[in-house]
């Protein structure tokens, strides 16, 4: 299995372009299951979860079709409705084909997607929010089994949490239902209203996209549509600390700097300068050292758990404490021990954990765990004096596209390396 190797202790400098959002793109692919035509997209990232979303849908008997950035799906005869365990295991978005598969067909059976390293995340609030749009769901032998003979009825769903994918799902199957479907307390990650825009594109009649309440008319059908994916703000994120991190200097393009304000302004409480502009962002240094600055993860437009193990890296590079608290999931800190091995002072109590900078990180050979700290480590390193190799590099492959390419174009030391 690959590894990659940095050498740390370069300051970056240069120009980063952030691809399409991933964490938008599944549930953009997912949606083109709620009609038979075709649907186009741009932007679309080169990740090892596109690969996946598209095995799945192929599987189910959709047409898919990439070139480059480009990427188009027909799923115009749809003879299998069964999401299998062998791609929902790989990755736990893959629940999102129940919403528009139930819409459209009238039945869906999705394995169950079990565990996560990141928590045990379930999915009762998808299938509750299903059951309220009249659809019966019977779990067994590790399967969700869900039918709605004569079609989804629209109803109204207050989600006890935010939850995005839940959002999304409901946000898909409502689309669909007969009359009017209303979500209370939905997520409105900008990734929700990438997908809102691609449905309305559709013909789906949905008001209230950017808030908490989505009020959705039921259509009979959808039709095709063109659409470019939204860009990744937790790409540009980590990017953005990979500049300060290595107290470099980075412009970051084609992406909205509004859609990780949360994390610029940290930033910017810590030290580091920002320089916004409207499809654009420059991070750098100014005189001063960094200083640690408390994060907490909340649902947008708060501070993205996403991007919590990348900060840390960040905060282990300052001067003084910094507290990090995350909300949403439990047991999403495995990247400390991690950190703690290149040299970290961090102690985890709870949700909380307490950050001391250190006057310097020292390279080291590392477990990645999941994608965002898979990432964090690499930041880490891209700090460190010495050699990093961070070992299952398939994390990394699932959230970012060309990742060693484009820090190496910065001037990082990094390189995909085999095992020896
Ligand atoms: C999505 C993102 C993931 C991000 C997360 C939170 C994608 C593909 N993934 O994951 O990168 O970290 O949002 O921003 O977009 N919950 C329940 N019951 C449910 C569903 C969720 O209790 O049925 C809980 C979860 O355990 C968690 C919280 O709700 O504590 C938020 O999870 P959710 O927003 O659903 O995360 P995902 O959509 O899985």
Redesign the pocket.
Known sequence: MDRIRVVGGRPLNGQIAISGAK?AA?PLLAATLLTGDKISFTNMPGLADIKTMSALLEQHGAEVEREGDFLSVKAEEIPNTVAPYDLVRRM??SILVLGPLLARFGNAVVSLPGGCAI????????LKGLEALGAKIELGRGYIHASAEGGLIGGEIDFP??????TENLLMAAALAKGESKLVNA?R?P?IVDLANLLVAMGAQIEGIGTDVLTVQGVDQLHGAEHSVVADRIEAGTYAIAAAITRGEIELTKVDPTLFDSLLDLMEKAGVVVDRGTDSVKISCGEMDLVGADAITD?YPGF???LQAQYMALMCTAKGAAMVTET??ENRYMHVPELSRMGADINVHGASAMVRGVDILYGAEVMATDLRASSSLVLAGLAAEGETLVNRVYHLDRGYERLEEKLAACGAEIARVPEE
Do not use: Y
Not at 161 to 166: D, I, K, R
């Open positions: 964490n599944l736990r978005a928590g045990t995340r379930p999915v009762d609030l998808h949490v935010v939850s995005v994918g839940a997520a990650e990734e649902p993205p758990t996403d949403i999931f």
